[in-house]
């Protein structure tokens, strides 16, 4: 297990119907559920996004501004997808400059509108179900609640991702995508098969461990925000987890 397409096979090949994110927002009620097909079908339409309506190649970098939510789980399998560099926000690029496209959430939308002509700028309303922004967008600026949804179920990078293509840049340790996934596997957030629950984003530093170590691990992520810790222990005994983080 090499790279991330590996590791997805191999889990499509093991349980494909098994819960791999469940995700709750308590703030608006909403719970959403990805099964290990799902998760790759939505992938792949993030890669196809990236890949053939962007024109991003391997060896390129997207900056993943998103906050804790089901869709930053599923660019960084795109970005992985297609052998694009994860980069934050401060980051640079592969080459020293900035970022090669970012997708971002309502929050930072204005911040990267600026850059919409110099780069693209893929925006996502974080709305249930993944659909298009309530209001128009800011010149320039991609709806992902448009633009994904005409994408297919599955994609083939015309040239993979290996082992040793960067994976992350530096504010999440610089490790290739070889290492990304020995270190997930050699992890301790959770043992094999686990339940994770989490408020951490897995598209941060501090949180990209909550989703590589349940994938590479046959496990699952639940992520929660906007819980208090009642409700907390109330949806860690109703998904069954069995470890939490932090």
Not at 6 to 34: K, N
Not at 40 to 65: F, T
Not at 66 to 78: I, K, N, S
Not at 175 to 199: C, M, V
Request: aromatic share 8%; hydrophobic share 45%; glycine share 10%.
């Amino acid at each position: 297990m090499t790279t991330f397409a590996d590791v997805l096979a191999r889990q499509l090949r093991a349980d494909s119907a098994r819960p791999l994110i469940t995700f709750y927002d308590e703030a608006t009620g909403e719970r959403v559920e990805l099964s290990v097909t799902t998760y790759a079908n939505w992938v792949a339409k993030a890669a196809s996004l990236l890949a053939e309506e962007h024109d991003l190649e391997r060896g390129g970098s997207l900056c993943v501004d998103l906050p804790a939510h089901w869709l930053a789980p599923v660019f960084l399998g795109a970005a992985w997808t297609v052998g694009l560099v994860v980069t934050g926000p401060e980051d640079a690029g592969p080459d020293g400059g900035g970022p090669d496209a970012v997708v971002c959430g309502p929050g930072s939308l204005e911040r990267w509108a600026e850059r919409a002509d110099d780069l693209p700028v893929l925006a996502c309303s974080l709305l249930p179900l993944g659909v298009r922004f309530a209001e128009p967008l800011p010149a320039g600026v991609h709806d992902v609640g448009v633009e994904i949804w005409s994408q297919p179920d599955a994609f083939a990078p015309w040239d993979p991702p290996g082992a040793d293509d960067l994976a992350t840049a530096a504010s999440y340790g610089g490790a290739t995508q070889g290492e990304t996934w020995s270190a997930a596997a050699a992890g301790s957030l959770l043992t094999d098969g686990g339940r994770l629950l989490t408020g951490a984003n897995p598209a941060s530093p501090p949180g990209i461990a909550t989703f590589t170590e349940p994938l590479v691990r046959g496990g699952s992520l639940v992520l929660v925000t906007h819980a208090g810790p009642e409700r907390l222990e109330a949806i860690y005994a109703a998904e069954r987890a069995t470890a939490r983080f932090p």
